[in-house]
């Protein structure tokens, strides 16, 4: 299946622009272009895409927003510089980083990248939609962002990369298409009444519902634990990690 990365490009800038310490030969700082430029390759060795695309955000675009939510953003800290960064004033500050973001855009042109930017449109709404696309339909979606307000984007299909933590997210659907059915449920084939309950779960009932009936019998049977992990244990070289996963979902 192909894969579609698509960049929160502002979101990338600011995190290496605020710790990537690089200087220019005239020292001035460069950190946010070059720091971008390196994280670009590291998540592209990641997840080899097909296709990548840089969202930006477009020029007033938080405006509509705004005017419905006098607060909206107002709650987000400040941009904290690391102490190369310090040693410019406010006013250097915005012009170093206007300058740092154009001569970015102007490098990834000359890259294999999709950049889009419009006007009074952010970012967010620019990658919800490239995510819903027809032509990315088929097609896994990586999220490379540390924003918090992508989770809700998350669907079969549609994962996010947070490169602060670390971590890739994926939806509760996706985790059960992946691991809970193809990998548990054969766990738990011997314990045919536990087999039965969650096949019947999972295919009448919503998946909130699924974990609810799950853990309600757990609860009554809590012998279950153990006779799961004696299982678990005869299938470690096979699957070494389904024990992790089988045991930390229960608890």
Known sequence: ??????????????????????????????????GFLKSLQKVCG?????????????????????????????????????????????????????EQYVKLVEYLNETPTIQIVVDYVEADDIIAYACGHDKYREWDKYIISSDRDFFQLLGDGVYLYRPIQKKLWISLVSWLNMVFIPIILPLLEPLQEISQITYQAYLGLGLKQLKIVFLLWVTKRYKLLSRLQNIAETWTNRLSFTQTYLLGWIL
């Not at 490009?9 to 020292?27: C, D, E």
Request: glycine share 8%.
């Open 1 to 34: 299946m192909k894969k579609l990365m698509i960049i929160d490009g502002l979101n990338m800038f600011l995190r290496n622009y605020i710790v990537n310490p690089a200087l220019a030969p005239t020292g001035h700082p460069i950190g946010g272009c070059i």
């Open 46 to 98: 990641m997840f080899t895409p097909d296709e990548i695309i840089i969202a930006w955000d477009g020029h007033s675009g938080s405006s509509k927003r705004k005017q419905m939510n006098k607060d909206y953003k107002a709650g987000r800290k400040p941009v904290r510089f690391n102490r190369r960064m310090v040693e410019l004033n406010e006013s250097e500050q915005i012009i170093n980083k206007a």
